[in-house]
Protein backbone atom coordinates (compact mmCIF):
# COMPACT_ATOMS: atom_id res chain seq x y z
CA UNK A 1 0.00 0.00 0.00
CA UNK A 2 1.39 3.41 -0.88
CA UNK A 3 0.56 6.07 1.63
CA UNK A 4 -0.80 9.39 0.41
CA UNK A 5 0.94 11.66 2.62
CA UNK A 6 -0.18 14.80 1.57
CA UNK A 7 -4.28 15.09 2.16
CA UNK A 8 -6.77 18.29 0.72
CA UNK A 9 -6.90 21.03 3.34
CA UNK A 10 -10.05 24.08 3.60
CA UNK A 11 -7.42 26.69 2.43
CA UNK A 12 -9.49 30.05 4.00
CA UNK A 13 -13.49 30.32 3.68
CA UNK A 14 -15.00 29.51 0.13
CA UNK A 15 -17.28 32.67 -0.68
CA UNK A 16 -18.71 30.77 -3.36
CA UNK A 17 -19.59 27.70 -1.15
CA UNK A 18 -20.94 29.71 2.04
CA UNK A 19 -23.18 31.69 -0.61
CA UNK A 20 -24.61 28.88 -2.49
CA UNK A 21 -28.39 30.04 -3.03
CA UNK A 22 -30.55 26.65 -2.71
CA UNK A 23 -29.92 23.70 -0.49
CA UNK A 24 -28.10 21.05 -1.37
CA UNK A 25 -30.41 17.57 -2.69
CA UNK A 26 -28.64 14.63 -1.13
CA UNK A 27 -27.49 14.01 2.26
CA UNK A 28 -23.26 13.56 2.25
CA UNK A 29 -22.33 9.66 2.82
CA UNK A 30 -18.98 8.69 3.80
CA UNK A 31 -17.42 5.52 3.28
CA UNK A 32 -17.91 3.08 6.90
CA UNK A 33 -18.19 0.04 5.60
CA UNK A 34 -15.26 -2.43 3.52
CA UNK A 35 -16.84 -2.71 -0.43
CA UNK A 36 -16.58 -3.75 -3.57
CA UNK A 37 -16.95 -1.62 -6.58
CA UNK A 38 -16.85 -2.55 -10.69
CA UNK A 39 -14.99 1.36 -10.61
CA UNK A 40 -13.32 3.87 -8.36
CA UNK A 41 -13.21 7.25 -9.00
CA UNK A 42 -11.18 9.31 -6.86
CA UNK A 43 -11.58 13.25 -7.25
CA UNK A 44 -14.78 14.38 -6.88
CA UNK A 45 -14.06 17.39 -8.90
CA UNK A 46 -15.61 18.78 -12.25
CA UNK A 47 -13.19 16.18 -13.85
CA UNK A 48 -14.21 13.21 -11.23
CA UNK A 49 -17.70 14.32 -11.85
CA UNK A 50 -17.88 13.90 -15.43
CA UNK A 51 -15.86 11.06 -15.82
CA UNK A 52 -18.83 9.50 -13.23
CA UNK A 53 -21.68 10.57 -15.08
CA UNK A 54 -20.72 10.00 -18.47
CA UNK A 55 -19.42 6.30 -17.30
CA UNK A 56 -22.79 5.51 -15.36
CA UNK A 57 -24.50 6.31 -19.09
CA UNK A 58 -22.10 3.95 -20.74
CA UNK A 59 -22.66 1.11 -18.15
CA UNK A 60 -25.83 1.34 -16.46
CA UNK A 61 -25.20 -2.11 -14.86
CA UNK A 62 -21.83 -1.18 -13.39
CA UNK A 63 -21.54 -0.34 -9.55
CA UNK A 64 -19.78 2.98 -9.57
CA UNK A 65 -17.78 5.07 -6.24
CA UNK A 66 -16.70 8.31 -6.81
CA UNK A 67 -15.06 10.00 -3.83
CA UNK A 68 -13.54 12.79 -2.19
CA UNK A 69 -11.88 13.59 0.86
CA UNK A 70 -13.90 16.95 1.01
CA UNK A 71 -17.40 18.19 0.19
CA UNK A 72 -18.43 18.19 -3.73
CA UNK A 73 -18.12 22.15 -4.21
CA UNK A 74 -14.75 22.31 -1.73
CA UNK A 75 -11.96 21.50 -3.75
CA UNK A 76 -10.31 23.52 -6.63
CA UNK A 77 -13.38 22.92 -8.65
CA UNK A 78 -15.80 25.38 -6.10
CA UNK A 79 -12.66 27.51 -5.48
CA UNK A 80 -12.08 28.58 -8.80
CA UNK A 81 -13.00 31.82 -10.40
CA UNK A 82 -16.52 30.65 -11.99
CA UNK A 83 -15.84 30.92 -15.88
CA UNK A 84 -16.41 28.28 -17.80
CA UNK A 85 -14.25 29.45 -20.94
CA UNK A 86 -15.43 28.29 -24.60
CA UNK A 87 -12.08 29.66 -26.31
CA UNK A 88 -8.85 28.38 -26.55
CA UNK A 89 -6.75 30.14 -23.61
CA UNK A 90 -3.42 28.81 -23.61
CA UNK A 91 -2.72 30.20 -27.39
CA UNK A 92 0.41 30.24 -29.20
CA UNK A 93 0.38 33.89 -30.63
CA UNK A 94 3.08 33.92 -32.74
CA UNK A 95 1.45 31.26 -35.24
CA UNK A 96 -2.10 30.26 -33.85
CA UNK A 97 -2.59 26.87 -34.51
CA UNK A 98 -5.80 26.75 -36.33
CA UNK A 99 -6.70 23.02 -36.32
CA UNK A 100 -5.93 22.17 -32.41
CA UNK A 101 -7.73 25.54 -31.46
CA UNK A 102 -10.89 24.98 -33.21
CA UNK A 103 -11.16 21.30 -31.79
CA UNK A 104 -9.74 23.02 -28.14
CA UNK A 105 -13.43 25.44 -28.84
CA UNK A 106 -15.16 22.62 -30.29
CA UNK A 107 -14.68 20.40 -27.52
CA UNK A 108 -15.10 23.47 -24.76
CA UNK A 109 -18.43 24.10 -26.11
CA UNK A 110 -19.34 20.47 -25.93
CA UNK A 111 -18.31 20.50 -22.30
CA UNK A 112 -20.56 24.33 -21.84
CA UNK A 113 -23.90 22.21 -23.35
CA UNK A 114 -23.19 19.08 -21.26
CA UNK A 115 -23.09 21.47 -17.99
CA UNK A 116 -25.61 23.75 -19.24
CA UNK A 117 -28.03 21.06 -19.89
CA UNK A 118 -27.35 19.59 -16.48
CA UNK A 119 -28.06 22.34 -14.88
CA UNK A 120 -31.02 23.54 -16.56
CA UNK A 121 -32.11 19.74 -15.83
CA UNK A 122 -31.64 20.17 -11.97
CA UNK A 123 -33.39 23.76 -11.58
CA UNK A 124 -30.72 24.67 -9.15
CA UNK A 125 -29.91 28.34 -9.08
CA UNK A 126 -25.92 28.25 -10.11
CA UNK A 127 -25.86 32.16 -11.32
CA UNK A 128 -25.50 30.63 -14.36
CA UNK A 129 -25.00 33.34 -16.78
CA UNK A 130 -23.93 33.72 -20.42
CA UNK A 131 -21.75 37.23 -19.80
CA UNK A 132 -19.31 36.41 -22.09
CA UNK A 133 -15.52 37.70 -20.84
CA UNK A 134 -13.02 40.93 -21.33
CA UNK A 135 -9.78 40.23 -22.06
CA UNK A 136 -8.37 43.33 -21.03
CA UNK A 137 -5.32 45.46 -20.49
CA UNK A 138 -4.34 48.12 -18.47
CA UNK A 139 -0.71 49.10 -19.06
CA UNK A 140 0.31 49.71 -22.90
CA UNK A 141 3.05 47.07 -23.31
CA UNK A 142 0.40 44.84 -22.76
CA UNK A 143 -1.92 45.74 -25.03
CA UNK A 144 0.23 43.47 -27.43
CA UNK A 145 -1.74 40.36 -25.96
CA UNK A 146 -4.70 41.79 -26.63
CA UNK A 147 -3.56 41.71 -30.71
CA UNK A 148 -2.11 38.06 -30.21
CA UNK A 149 -5.75 36.71 -28.79
CA UNK A 150 -7.27 38.83 -31.80
CA UNK A 151 -5.20 37.12 -34.15
CA UNK A 152 -6.52 33.85 -32.97
CA UNK A 153 -9.81 34.88 -32.57
CA UNK A 154 -9.46 35.75 -36.68
CA UNK A 155 -7.56 32.36 -37.49
CA UNK A 156 -10.55 30.22 -35.85
CA UNK A 157 -13.42 32.60 -37.25
CA UNK A 158 -14.89 33.63 -33.52
CA UNK A 159 -16.28 37.16 -33.21
CA UNK A 160 -15.14 39.66 -30.50
CA UNK A 161 -15.70 43.40 -30.08
CA UNK A 162 -12.70 46.03 -29.24
CA UNK A 163 -13.39 48.33 -26.29
CA UNK A 164 -11.46 51.37 -25.12
CA UNK A 165 -11.25 53.75 -22.18
CA UNK A 166 -14.53 55.45 -22.17
CA UNK A 167 -17.13 52.90 -24.01
CA UNK A 168 -15.46 49.82 -21.92
CA UNK A 169 -15.89 51.90 -18.77
CA UNK A 170 -19.36 52.21 -19.66
CA UNK A 171 -19.74 48.61 -19.75
CA UNK A 172 -17.65 47.62 -16.60
CA UNK A 173 -18.12 50.84 -14.29
CA UNK A 174 -14.48 51.35 -13.61
CA UNK A 175 -11.53 53.64 -15.46
CA UNK A 176 -9.11 50.97 -14.64
CA UNK A 177 -8.68 49.63 -18.40
CA UNK A 178 -7.32 50.92 -21.53
CA UNK A 179 -8.50 48.28 -23.88
CA UNK A 180 -10.34 45.05 -23.90
CA UNK A 181 -11.63 42.24 -26.55
CA UNK A 182 -14.82 41.01 -25.75
CA UNK A 183 -15.81 37.42 -26.36
CA UNK A 184 -19.63 36.60 -26.03
CA UNK A 185 -19.43 32.69 -25.53
CA UNK A 186 -17.67 32.24 -22.07
CA UNK A 187 -20.46 31.82 -19.46
CA UNK A 188 -20.12 32.85 -15.51
CA UNK A 189 -21.57 30.72 -12.78
CA UNK A 190 -20.77 30.35 -8.74
CA UNK A 191 -18.76 26.92 -9.54
CA UNK A 192 -19.13 25.23 -6.07
CA UNK A 193 -23.15 25.73 -6.55
CA UNK A 194 -22.79 24.30 -9.81
CA UNK A 195 -20.05 21.22 -9.19
CA UNK A 196 -23.14 20.57 -6.85
CA UNK A 197 -25.98 20.37 -9.21
CA UNK A 198 -23.36 18.46 -10.96
CA UNK A 199 -23.35 15.88 -8.24
CA UNK A 200 -27.06 15.99 -7.65
CA UNK A 201 -27.67 14.35 -11.23
CA UNK A 202 -25.45 11.67 -11.22
CA UNK A 203 -27.70 8.46 -11.91
CA UNK A 204 -28.01 6.11 -9.28
CA UNK A 205 -26.02 4.02 -9.91
CA UNK A 206 -23.18 6.10 -8.55
CA UNK A 207 -22.18 6.31 -4.83
CA UNK A 208 -21.14 9.70 -4.20
CA UNK A 209 -18.76 9.52 -0.84
CA UNK A 210 -17.57 12.65 0.13
CA UNK A 211 -15.33 13.78 3.54
CA UNK A 212 -13.62 10.17 2.54
CA UNK A 213 -10.25 10.76 1.90
CA UNK A 214 -7.82 8.09 0.52
CA UNK A 215 -5.08 7.69 3.28
CA UNK A 216 -3.85 4.79 1.15
CA UNK A 217 -3.90 3.06 -2.11
CA UNK A 218 -2.56 -0.29 -3.95
CA UNK A 219 -2.97 0.55 -7.22
CA UNK A 220 -1.46 -3.05 -8.23
CA UNK A 221 -4.64 -4.73 -6.39
CA UNK A 222 -6.97 -1.49 -6.67
CA UNK A 223 -7.35 -1.37 -3.30
CA UNK A 224 -8.29 1.94 -1.24
CA UNK A 225 -7.88 2.42 2.21
CA UNK A 226 -10.14 5.59 3.78
CA UNK A 227 -10.11 6.28 7.55
CA UNK A 228 -12.64 3.76 8.03
CA UNK A 229 -13.28 1.69 5.11
CA UNK A 230 -10.96 -0.28 2.75
CA UNK A 231 -12.94 0.07 -0.65
CA UNK A 232 -11.44 -2.71 -4.28
CA UNK A 233 -12.57 -2.18 -7.55
CA UNK A 234 -11.80 -3.39 -11.01
CA UNK A 235 -11.17 0.02 -12.61
CA UNK A 236 -9.86 2.63 -10.42
CA UNK A 237 -9.52 6.24 -11.94
CA UNK A 238 -7.77 9.26 -10.38
CA UNK A 239 -9.26 12.87 -10.78
CA UNK A 240 -6.85 14.28 -8.12
CA UNK A 241 -5.57 17.50 -10.01
CA UNK A 242 -2.69 18.47 -7.79
CA UNK A 243 -3.01 15.85 -5.70
CA UNK A 244 -1.63 13.15 -8.43
CA UNK A 245 1.86 12.84 -7.64
CA UNK A 246 1.40 11.76 -4.30
CA UNK A 247 -1.01 8.38 -5.52
CA UNK A 248 2.51 8.02 -7.19
CA UNK A 249 1.81 8.27 -10.82
CA UNK A 250 2.97 10.96 -13.13
CA UNK A 251 5.93 11.98 -11.32
CA UNK A 252 7.65 15.47 -12.15
CA UNK A 253 5.02 16.21 -14.50
CA UNK A 254 2.53 18.74 -12.42
CA UNK A 255 3.23 21.44 -10.56
CA UNK A 256 0.70 23.01 -8.14
CA UNK A 257 0.29 26.80 -8.14
CA UNK A 258 -1.49 28.56 -5.21
CA UNK A 259 -3.64 31.58 -6.46
CA UNK A 260 -6.19 33.48 -3.72
CA UNK A 261 -9.41 34.98 -3.95
CA UNK A 262 -11.52 37.90 -2.24
CA UNK A 263 -15.65 37.86 -2.42
CA UNK A 264 -17.13 40.89 -0.82
CA UNK A 265 -20.06 41.43 0.81
CA UNK A 266 -23.14 42.12 -1.66
CA UNK A 267 -23.03 45.67 -2.79
CA UNK A 268 -26.45 48.15 -1.34
CA UNK A 269 -28.34 50.10 -3.10
CA UNK A 270 -26.63 53.45 -2.99
CA UNK A 271 -23.13 51.39 -4.21
CA UNK A 272 -24.72 49.93 -6.61
CA UNK A 273 -25.41 53.24 -8.04
CA UNK A 274 -21.54 53.36 -9.82
CA UNK A 275 -22.93 50.75 -11.52
CA UNK A 276 -25.95 51.49 -12.79
CA UNK A 277 -27.53 49.71 -15.92
CA UNK A 278 -24.30 47.64 -16.10
CA UNK A 279 -25.10 43.46 -15.94
CA UNK A 280 -22.85 41.08 -14.40
CA UNK A 281 -19.36 40.68 -15.70
CA UNK A 282 -15.90 38.72 -15.67
CA UNK A 283 -12.92 39.81 -17.24
CA UNK A 284 -9.45 38.42 -17.24
CA UNK A 285 -6.12 39.54 -17.75
CA UNK A 286 -3.81 40.40 -20.74
CA UNK A 287 -1.21 39.17 -18.58
CA UNK A 288 -1.17 35.47 -17.35
CA UNK A 289 -0.50 36.77 -13.41
CA UNK A 290 -2.67 39.56 -13.66
CA UNK A 291 -5.92 39.99 -12.04
CA UNK A 292 -9.28 38.25 -12.42
CA UNK A 293 -12.31 40.61 -11.57
CA UNK A 294 -15.83 39.86 -11.91
CA UNK A 295 -19.07 41.73 -10.79
CA UNK A 296 -21.24 38.97 -9.75
CA UNK A 297 -25.05 38.43 -10.69
CA UNK A 298 -25.53 39.13 -6.56
CA UNK A 299 -23.92 42.04 -6.34
CA UNK A 300 -20.51 41.09 -4.94
CA UNK A 301 -17.14 42.23 -6.67
CA UNK A 302 -14.60 38.86 -6.74
CA UNK A 303 -10.94 39.93 -7.29
CA UNK A 304 -8.26 36.80 -7.84
CA UNK A 305 -4.58 37.39 -8.22
CA UNK A 306 -1.35 36.24 -6.89
CA UNK A 307 0.67 33.09 -7.64
CA UNK A 308 2.74 31.29 -5.24
CA UNK A 309 4.16 27.47 -5.36
CA UNK A 310 3.35 26.01 -1.91
CA UNK A 311 4.83 21.93 -1.88
CA UNK A 312 2.57 21.03 0.58
CA UNK A 313 -0.23 21.59 -1.20
CA UNK A 314 -1.67 23.46 1.46
CA UNK A 315 -1.47 27.50 1.97
CA UNK A 316 -1.02 29.13 5.46
CA UNK A 317 -2.35 31.97 7.76
CA UNK A 318 0.20 34.52 6.81
CA UNK A 319 -0.41 33.66 2.79
CA UNK A 320 -4.02 34.63 2.90
CA UNK A 321 -3.36 37.52 4.43
CA UNK A 322 -0.91 38.69 2.24
CA UNK A 323 -3.17 37.91 -1.19
CA UNK A 324 -5.85 39.46 1.37
CA UNK A 325 -3.99 43.07 1.66
CA UNK A 326 -3.21 42.22 -2.43
CA UNK A 327 -7.00 41.80 -3.33
CA UNK A 328 -7.65 45.18 -1.72
CA UNK A 329 -5.41 47.18 -3.26
CA UNK A 330 -6.10 45.93 -6.57
CA UNK A 331 -10.05 46.55 -5.39
CA UNK A 332 -9.22 50.32 -4.59
CA UNK A 333 -7.37 50.38 -7.59
CA UNK A 334 -10.68 49.35 -9.89
CA UNK A 335 -13.69 50.59 -7.81
CA UNK A 336 -12.25 53.54 -5.90
CA UNK A 337 -16.26 55.36 -5.95
CA UNK A 338 -17.03 52.57 -3.56
CA UNK A 339 -14.44 52.16 -1.71
CA UNK A 340 -15.56 50.71 2.14
CA UNK A 341 -17.11 47.59 0.43
CA UNK A 342 -15.10 45.23 3.02
CA UNK A 343 -14.26 41.45 1.63
CA UNK A 344 -17.04 38.62 3.36
CA UNK A 345 -14.34 35.83 2.13
CA UNK A 346 -10.94 34.76 1.07
CA UNK A 347 -9.55 31.90 0.22
CA UNK A 348 -6.92 30.19 -1.88
CA UNK A 349 -6.91 27.16 -4.31
CA UNK A 350 -4.74 25.29 -6.67
CA UNK A 351 -4.27 25.47 -10.21
CA UNK A 352 -2.17 22.25 -11.50
CA UNK A 353 -0.37 23.25 -14.50
CA UNK A 354 2.20 21.39 -16.46
CA UNK A 355 5.18 23.21 -18.75
CA UNK A 356 3.97 22.45 -22.21
CA UNK A 357 0.04 23.22 -20.70
CA UNK A 358 -0.91 19.24 -21.84
CA UNK A 359 -2.61 17.38 -19.56
CA UNK A 360 -2.41 13.76 -18.00
CA UNK A 361 -4.29 11.55 -19.40
CA UNK A 362 -3.98 8.15 -19.82
CA UNK A 363 -4.13 4.51 -18.81
CA UNK A 364 -0.87 4.08 -16.25
CA UNK A 365 -1.18 0.62 -15.42
CA UNK A 366 -3.70 -2.33 -16.44
CA UNK A 367 -6.99 -0.44 -15.41
CA UNK A 368 -5.54 2.36 -13.54
CA UNK A 369 -6.69 5.68 -15.27
CA UNK A 370 -5.61 9.48 -14.33
CA UNK A 371 -6.50 12.33 -15.49
CA UNK A 372 -5.21 15.55 -13.79
CA UNK A 373 -3.98 19.10 -14.42
CA UNK A 374 -6.17 21.30 -16.38
CA UNK A 375 -3.68 24.21 -16.40
CA UNK A 376 -6.11 27.05 -15.32
CA UNK A 377 -9.28 25.93 -17.34
CA UNK A 378 -10.69 22.89 -15.47
CA UNK A 379 -14.81 23.51 -15.91
CA UNK A 380 -14.67 23.15 -19.54
CA UNK A 381 -11.84 21.04 -19.75
CA UNK A 382 -12.13 18.75 -16.79
CA UNK A 383 -15.76 18.27 -18.30
CA UNK A 384 -14.73 17.26 -21.52
CA UNK A 385 -12.18 14.91 -20.97
CA UNK A 386 -13.83 13.23 -17.57
CA UNK A 387 -16.46 12.42 -20.67
CA UNK A 388 -14.11 10.93 -23.03
CA UNK A 389 -11.84 9.46 -20.30
CA UNK A 390 -14.90 7.86 -19.69
CA UNK A 391 -15.18 6.51 -23.17
CA UNK A 392 -11.92 5.72 -23.71
CA UNK A 393 -12.48 2.95 -20.78
CA UNK A 394 -15.05 1.45 -22.80
CA UNK A 395 -13.48 1.61 -25.64
CA UNK A 396 -15.71 3.67 -27.66
CA UNK A 397 -13.43 5.52 -30.19
CA UNK A 398 -13.89 8.78 -31.92
CA UNK A 399 -11.75 11.47 -33.62
CA UNK A 400 -12.32 13.91 -30.06
CA UNK A 401 -10.67 11.25 -27.78
CA UNK A 402 -7.73 10.66 -30.73
CA UNK A 403 -7.28 14.27 -30.47
CA UNK A 404 -7.27 14.41 -26.79
CA UNK A 405 -4.89 11.44 -26.62
CA UNK A 406 -2.19 12.92 -28.91
CA UNK A 407 -2.03 16.47 -26.79
CA UNK A 408 -1.84 14.47 -22.94
CA UNK A 409 1.93 14.50 -22.98
CA UNK A 410 2.98 16.77 -20.74
CA UNK A 411 6.93 17.48 -20.49
CA UNK A 412 9.33 16.89 -17.67
CA UNK A 413 9.53 18.93 -15.04
CA UNK A 414 12.54 18.88 -12.53
CA UNK A 415 11.61 17.67 -8.86
CA UNK A 416 12.42 19.17 -5.95
CA UNK A 417 14.18 21.41 -4.48
CA UNK A 418 15.40 22.43 -8.37
CA UNK A 419 11.45 22.79 -8.94
CA UNK A 420 10.78 24.84 -5.72
CA UNK A 421 13.23 27.35 -6.71
CA UNK A 422 12.41 27.34 -10.64
CA UNK A 423 8.70 27.76 -9.72
CA UNK A 424 9.87 30.91 -7.45
CA UNK A 425 12.01 32.97 -9.92
CA UNK A 426 9.49 32.39 -12.26
CA UNK A 427 6.33 33.29 -10.49
CA UNK A 428 8.09 36.22 -9.48
CA UNK A 429 9.47 37.85 -12.92
CA UNK A 430 5.73 37.01 -14.10
CA UNK A 431 4.09 39.08 -11.07
CA UNK A 432 6.98 41.53 -11.60
CA UNK A 433 5.88 42.10 -15.44
CA UNK A 434 2.49 42.33 -14.63
CA UNK A 435 2.58 44.99 -12.62
CA UNK A 436 -0.35 47.24 -13.41
CA UNK A 437 -2.41 44.44 -14.46
CA UNK A 438 -2.55 42.92 -11.07
C1 LIG B 1 -8.63 30.66 -7.51
C2 LIG B 1 -8.75 29.82 -8.77
C3 LIG B 1 -9.36 30.37 -9.89
C4 LIG B 1 -9.56 29.58 -11.04
N1 LIG B 1 -10.35 30.07 -12.04
C5 LIG B 1 -10.79 29.23 -13.02
C6 LIG B 1 -11.81 29.62 -13.91
O1 LIG B 1 -12.36 30.71 -13.80
N2 LIG B 1 -12.19 28.74 -14.87
C7 LIG B 1 -11.65 27.48 -14.97
O2 LIG B 1 -12.03 26.73 -15.88
N3 LIG B 1 -10.71 27.06 -14.09
C8 LIG B 1 -10.28 27.88 -13.12
N4 LIG B 1 -9.39 27.44 -12.17
C9 LIG B 1 -8.87 26.07 -12.28
C10 LIG B 1 -9.93 25.02 -11.92
O3 LIG B 1 -10.43 25.25 -10.64
C11 LIG B 1 -9.31 23.63 -12.00
O4 LIG B 1 -8.74 23.47 -13.28
C12 LIG B 1 -10.37 22.57 -11.79
O5 LIG B 1 -10.94 22.67 -10.51
C13 LIG B 1 -9.78 21.18 -11.97
O6 LIG B 1 -10.81 20.25 -11.72
P1 LIG B 1 -10.45 18.78 -11.29
O7 LIG B 1 -11.72 18.08 -11.08
O8 LIG B 1 -9.49 18.21 -12.26
O9 LIG B 1 -9.65 18.96 -9.92
P2 LIG B 1 -10.16 19.38 -8.48
O10 LIG B 1 -11.31 20.28 -8.54
O11 LIG B 1 -8.94 19.84 -7.74
O12 LIG B 1 -10.64 18.01 -7.88
C14 LIG B 1 -9.75 17.05 -7.39
C15 LIG B 1 -10.39 16.45 -6.16
O13 LIG B 1 -9.56 15.38 -5.69
C16 LIG B 1 -9.75 15.30 -4.31
N5 LIG B 1 -8.64 14.56 -3.70
C17 LIG B 1 -7.32 14.82 -3.79
N6 LIG B 1 -6.62 13.96 -3.01
C18 LIG B 1 -7.53 13.12 -2.45
C19 LIG B 1 -7.45 12.02 -1.55
N7 LIG B 1 -6.27 11.60 -1.03
N8 LIG B 1 -8.59 11.39 -1.18
C20 LIG B 1 -9.79 11.78 -1.69
N9 LIG B 1 -9.93 12.83 -2.51
C21 LIG B 1 -8.82 13.48 -2.89
C22 LIG B 1 -9.78 16.76 -3.86
O14 LIG B 1 -10.43 16.92 -2.62
C23 LIG B 1 -10.51 17.44 -5.01
O15 LIG B 1 -11.86 17.70 -4.72
C24 LIG B 1 -9.08 28.23 -11.06
C25 LIG B 1 -8.43 27.71 -9.94
C26 LIG B 1 -8.28 28.48 -8.80
C27 LIG B 1 -7.61 27.87 -7.59
Known sequence: MQQIKRLPTKDGQLGWFESVSFQRPMPVQQAKKNENFDI????????????????????????????????VGQGASGRNAGFIIDLPH??????????????????NGFAIQRLKRIQE????????????????AHEEKHLSGLTDFVNTLEAIGEPYEILNDDALAERLGTHYYKRAVYTPGNILVNPAALAISVASALPSNVT????????????????????KARLSADIIVLATNAFTEKFGVSPNRVTPIFTYASLTRPLND???????????????????????VRLTSDKRIFIRNTLNYQPALSSTEASLDKAKMKHRQSYLARFPQVPDVPFEYTWGGMICVTMNHEPVFKEHAPNVYVIAA??????????????????????????????ILEHSAPSWIPPDPLRSVGAHIRLSYEEHMARGEV
Open 121 to 136: QQGFDVCWHEAGKYLA
Open 270 to 292: SEMKAFQGISPWGLTSAHPAGTT
Open 90 to 107: NLDPTEPDVEANTKVRDL
Open 374 to 403: MNGVGVAKGTYLGNYMAEYICGKQSPELDF
Open 40 to 71: IIVGAGFTGLATAGRLAELRPEARIALIDAME
Open 208 to 227: LLENTAVHEIDLANKVIQTE
